[in-house]
Protein backbone atom coordinates (compact mmCIF):
# COMPACT_ATOMS: atom_id res chain seq x y z
CA UNK A 1 0.00 0.00 0.00
CA UNK A 2 1.28 3.06 -0.89
CA UNK A 3 0.97 5.39 2.48
CA UNK A 4 0.28 9.36 0.94
CA UNK A 5 2.16 11.68 3.43
CA UNK A 6 -0.11 13.70 5.66
CA UNK A 7 -0.24 17.58 4.82
CA UNK A 8 -0.30 19.43 8.25
CA UNK A 9 -3.61 20.45 8.75
CA UNK A 10 -4.36 24.10 9.35
CA UNK A 11 -5.19 23.83 13.13
CA UNK A 12 -1.76 22.10 13.44
CA UNK A 13 -0.61 25.07 11.49
CA UNK A 14 -2.34 27.34 13.91
CA UNK A 15 -1.00 25.91 17.16
CA UNK A 16 1.47 27.20 19.31
CA UNK A 17 5.30 27.14 19.18
CA UNK A 18 6.45 24.20 21.68
CA UNK A 19 7.20 25.79 25.14
CA UNK A 20 10.75 23.92 24.29
CA UNK A 21 11.12 25.97 21.09
CA UNK A 22 14.13 28.33 21.65
CA UNK A 23 13.75 29.77 18.02
CA UNK A 24 14.64 33.24 17.86
CA UNK A 25 12.10 34.56 15.35
CA UNK A 26 9.34 32.21 17.30
CA UNK A 27 10.31 33.54 20.36
CA UNK A 28 7.18 35.63 21.95
CA UNK A 29 9.79 38.61 23.35
CA UNK A 30 8.65 40.26 26.32
CA UNK A 31 8.19 44.02 26.66
CA UNK A 32 11.18 45.93 27.87
CA UNK A 33 10.33 47.02 31.52
CA UNK A 34 11.76 50.19 32.69
CA UNK A 35 14.26 49.67 35.67
CA UNK A 36 11.97 51.89 38.58
CA UNK A 37 14.03 53.35 40.42
CA UNK A 38 13.30 54.70 44.16
CA UNK A 39 11.59 58.24 44.13
CA UNK A 40 14.65 60.80 44.87
CA UNK A 41 14.33 62.35 48.36
CA UNK A 42 13.74 65.93 47.88
CA UNK A 43 16.74 68.15 48.33
CA UNK A 44 16.54 70.52 50.83
CA UNK A 45 16.57 74.08 49.58
CA UNK A 46 18.11 76.69 51.28
CA UNK A 47 16.63 79.14 53.01
CA UNK A 48 15.00 82.37 50.84
CA UNK A 49 16.80 84.73 50.53
CA UNK A 50 15.59 87.70 52.71
CA UNK A 51 14.88 90.59 50.29
CA UNK A 52 15.92 93.19 53.33
CA UNK A 53 19.56 94.15 53.30
CA UNK A 54 21.00 94.46 57.00
CA UNK A 55 22.59 97.91 57.54
CA UNK A 56 26.51 97.47 58.04
CA UNK A 57 26.96 98.30 61.78
CA UNK A 58 29.31 101.83 61.62
CA UNK A 59 30.87 103.83 64.10
CA UNK A 60 28.66 106.62 65.34
CA UNK A 61 29.45 110.58 64.54
CA UNK A 62 30.21 110.76 67.63
CA UNK A 63 30.77 108.24 70.70
CA UNK A 64 29.37 109.21 74.29
CA UNK A 65 30.95 107.21 76.83
CA UNK A 66 29.91 106.67 80.23
CA UNK A 67 32.03 106.49 83.30
CA UNK A 68 31.43 103.99 86.37
CA UNK A 69 29.39 106.16 88.98
CA UNK A 70 31.83 108.10 90.61
CA UNK A 71 34.82 108.43 88.40
CA UNK A 72 35.34 110.09 85.34
CA UNK A 73 38.15 109.52 82.28
CA UNK A 74 41.41 111.42 81.81
CA UNK A 75 40.55 113.76 78.63
CA UNK A 76 43.72 112.56 77.39
CA UNK A 77 43.37 108.86 77.52
CA UNK A 78 39.73 109.29 76.27
CA UNK A 79 40.87 111.18 73.17
CA UNK A 80 43.32 108.48 72.30
CA UNK A 81 40.62 105.63 72.50
CA UNK A 82 38.04 107.30 70.22
CA UNK A 83 40.78 107.77 67.60
CA UNK A 84 41.41 104.17 67.85
CA UNK A 85 37.54 103.50 68.09
CA UNK A 86 36.89 105.55 64.93
CA UNK A 87 39.49 103.81 63.08
CA UNK A 88 38.63 100.05 64.29
CA UNK A 89 34.96 101.34 63.09
CA UNK A 90 33.28 100.11 66.28
CA UNK A 91 29.84 100.83 67.69
CA UNK A 92 28.58 102.86 70.31
CA UNK A 93 27.90 99.28 71.86
CA UNK A 94 31.25 97.51 71.33
CA UNK A 95 33.22 100.40 72.19
CA UNK A 96 31.57 100.95 75.12
CA UNK A 97 31.77 97.52 75.91
CA UNK A 98 35.36 97.62 75.36
CA UNK A 99 36.05 100.55 77.60
CA UNK A 100 33.85 99.15 80.43
CA UNK A 101 36.91 96.33 80.49
CA UNK A 102 39.50 98.64 80.13
CA UNK A 103 38.30 101.19 82.59
CA UNK A 104 39.15 99.23 86.06
CA UNK A 105 42.66 98.88 84.20
CA UNK A 106 42.94 102.05 83.53
CA UNK A 107 41.86 103.30 86.79
CA UNK A 108 44.56 101.17 88.58
CA UNK A 109 47.27 102.35 86.68
CA UNK A 110 46.73 105.74 87.00
CA UNK A 111 46.15 105.23 91.08
CA UNK A 112 49.39 103.54 90.66
CA UNK A 113 51.20 106.31 89.49
CA UNK A 114 49.56 109.17 91.58
CA UNK A 115 51.03 106.92 94.39
CA UNK A 116 54.53 106.57 92.81
CA UNK A 117 54.27 110.54 92.55
CA UNK A 118 52.61 111.03 96.17
CA UNK A 119 56.08 109.19 97.44
CA UNK A 120 58.41 110.52 95.29
CA UNK A 121 57.43 113.86 97.12
CA UNK A 122 57.97 112.90 100.63
CA UNK A 123 60.90 111.05 99.63
CA UNK A 124 62.44 114.77 98.25
CA UNK A 125 60.45 116.18 101.34
CA UNK A 126 62.65 113.81 103.45
CA UNK A 127 66.12 114.76 102.51
CA UNK A 128 65.59 118.43 101.54
CA UNK A 129 68.42 120.35 102.71
CA UNK A 130 66.43 123.14 104.65
CA UNK A 131 64.08 121.18 106.42
CA UNK A 132 64.46 117.46 105.85
CA UNK A 133 67.06 115.28 107.34
CA UNK A 134 67.59 115.29 111.22
CA UNK A 135 65.21 118.24 111.97
CA UNK A 136 62.56 117.23 109.75
CA UNK A 137 60.01 116.74 112.77
CA UNK A 138 61.12 120.13 114.61
CA UNK A 139 60.22 122.07 111.14
CA UNK A 140 57.00 119.94 110.66
CA UNK A 141 55.60 121.29 113.49
CA UNK A 142 56.32 124.65 112.40
CA UNK A 143 54.29 124.03 109.36
CA UNK A 144 51.63 122.22 110.69
CA UNK A 145 51.44 125.88 112.80
CA UNK A 146 51.07 127.72 109.96
CA UNK A 147 48.48 125.72 108.31
CA UNK A 148 46.55 125.53 111.54
CA UNK A 149 46.41 129.41 111.23
CA UNK A 150 45.89 130.30 107.86
CA UNK A 151 44.44 127.20 106.21
CA UNK A 152 40.92 126.09 106.14
CA UNK A 153 39.53 122.58 106.78
CA UNK A 154 39.27 122.97 103.18
CA UNK A 155 42.27 123.09 102.27
CA UNK A 156 43.41 120.58 104.65
CA UNK A 157 41.56 117.75 102.72
CA UNK A 158 42.46 118.92 99.49
CA UNK A 159 46.19 118.52 100.62
CA UNK A 160 45.39 114.90 101.96
CA UNK A 161 43.27 113.98 98.55
CA UNK A 162 45.68 115.41 96.20
CA UNK A 163 49.08 114.10 98.37
CA UNK A 164 50.10 117.93 97.81
CA UNK A 165 50.93 117.71 101.49
CA UNK A 166 54.21 115.94 100.49
CA UNK A 167 54.96 118.18 98.26
CA UNK A 168 58.28 119.57 98.91
CA UNK A 169 57.42 123.06 98.13
CA UNK A 170 54.84 123.81 99.78
CA UNK A 171 55.95 121.98 103.06
CA UNK A 172 59.16 124.50 102.41
CA UNK A 173 56.52 127.53 102.78
CA UNK A 174 54.74 126.15 105.46
CA UNK A 175 57.98 125.82 107.57
CA UNK A 176 59.22 129.08 106.91
CA UNK A 177 55.48 130.17 107.80
CA UNK A 178 55.75 128.68 111.01
CA UNK A 179 58.69 130.22 111.60
CA UNK A 180 57.77 133.60 111.22
CA UNK A 181 54.62 133.21 113.33
CA UNK A 182 56.70 132.24 115.99
CA UNK A 183 59.36 135.01 115.55
CA UNK A 184 56.21 137.32 115.43
CA UNK A 185 55.11 137.10 119.37
CA UNK A 186 57.22 137.20 122.40
CA UNK A 187 56.86 133.84 124.87
CA UNK A 188 54.30 135.43 126.71
CA UNK A 189 51.82 136.12 123.96
CA UNK A 190 52.28 139.56 123.30
CA UNK A 191 52.46 140.90 119.64
CA UNK A 192 56.23 142.04 119.18
CA UNK A 193 56.83 145.24 116.38
CA UNK A 194 59.29 145.37 113.85
CA UNK A 195 59.26 143.86 110.36
CA UNK A 196 56.83 141.01 110.32
CA UNK A 197 54.81 141.67 113.34
CA UNK A 198 50.77 141.01 113.72
CA UNK A 199 50.23 139.10 110.18
CA UNK A 200 47.03 139.90 109.36
CA UNK A 201 46.33 137.45 106.46
CA UNK A 202 48.44 134.86 104.70
CA UNK A 203 49.14 136.89 101.46
CA UNK A 204 51.09 139.10 104.50
CA UNK A 205 52.95 136.29 105.51
CA UNK A 206 53.73 135.14 101.94
CA UNK A 207 55.40 138.95 100.72
CA UNK A 208 56.96 138.91 103.99
CA UNK A 209 58.73 135.37 103.15
CA UNK A 210 59.35 136.10 99.55
CA UNK A 211 59.79 139.72 99.89
CA UNK A 212 61.17 139.73 95.55
CA UNK A 213 58.34 137.59 94.39
Known sequence: MTQTAETPTEAQAAAPASKTDTSLLTQQQAPKQEPQVADKAPVAQDKAPTTATEAPKVAPEKYEFKAPEGREFDAEVMQTYTEVAKELNLTQEAAQKMLDKLAPVLDGRQTQQVES?????????????????????????????????????????????????????????????????????????????????????????????????
Open 117 to 213: IRNGWAEASKADKEFGGEKLSENLAFAQKALNQFGSPELRSLLNESGLGNHPELIRLMVRAGKAISEDRFVGGSPASGKGAGFKSFNDLASALYPNS
